[in-house]
């Protein structure tokens, strides 16, 4: 009786435990890979070093000579962070800028007509500007209009 019911609960806890490691989960877990969010995340936890640094110290855990050296390398490293996100930031403004002159320049090829450069014979469209077909070899009038 004692023997079934230990193996009973032995494999119900390895069911429990197993059920986990066993299951098909389709749920993705979202990760942050960006440079800025590496960057917080070493920075939050330098703080969170710094916190339990001075705890330690005022619970009289470290000595003060420790305490000043590790204080100042978690600072300098904080320092070092902090710098590194704001310089990740302005990259960050600079993509922004490009991006803002891509789409400009876009819209204004698209305003503008543009010669066309369809091959008569084969039909062919070509990059601009060209003098023969690509796809044939056969010349390309670019006085010709899309209309």
Same mark, same amino acid.
């Given at each position: 009786?004692?023997?079934?019911?230990?193996?009973?609960?032995?494999?119900?806890?390895?069911?429990?435990?197993?059920?986990? /490691?066993?299951?098909? $989960?389709? &749920? !993705?877990?979202? =990760? +942050?890979?960006?440079? @800025?969010?590496?960057?917080?995340?070493?920075?939050?936890?330098?703080?969170?070093?710094?916190?339990?640094?001075?705890?330690?110290?005022?619970?009289?855990?470290?000595?003060?000579?420790?305490?000043?050296?590790?204080?100042?390398?978690?600072?300098?490293?904080?320092?070092? /962070?902090?710098?590194? $996100?704001? &310089? !990740?930031?302005? =990259? +960050?403004?600079?993509? @922004?800028?490009?991006?803002?002159?891509?789409?400009?320049?876009?819209?204004?090829?698209?305003?503008?007509?543009?010669?066309?450069?369809?091959?008569?014979?084969?039909?062919?469209?070509?990059?601009?500007?060209?003098?023969?077909?690509?796809?044939?070899?056969?010349?390309?009038?670019?006085?010709?209009?899309?209309?």
């Amino acid at each position: 009786m004692e023997l079934g019911i230990a193996l009973l609960i032995t494999a119900s806890l390895a069911i429990f435990v197993m059920t986990p /490691l066993l299951s098909r $989960s389709t &749920e !993705a877990v979202p =990760v +942050d890979v960006t440079m @800025a969010a590496h960057l917080k995340r070493r920075r939050l936890v330098v703080y969170e070093n710094l916190q339990d640094l001075e705890f330690e110290y005022k619970a009289g855990k470290i000595a003060t000579e420790d305490y000043e050296s590790l204080r100042t390398n978690y600072r300098a490293e904080a320092a070092g /962070l902090m710098a590194a $996100s704001m &310089e !990740a930031e302005s =990259v +960050d403004a600079a993509d @922004a800028l490009i991006e803002r002159e891509i789409a400009a320049r876009r819209a204004e090829r698209k305003a503008k007509p543009q010669d066309d450069y369809t091959c008569a014979k084969c039909g062919f469209e070509n990059p601009l500007p060209v003098k023969f077909c690509g796809e044939c070899g056969a010349p390309l009038s670019p006085a010709r209009k899309k209309n």
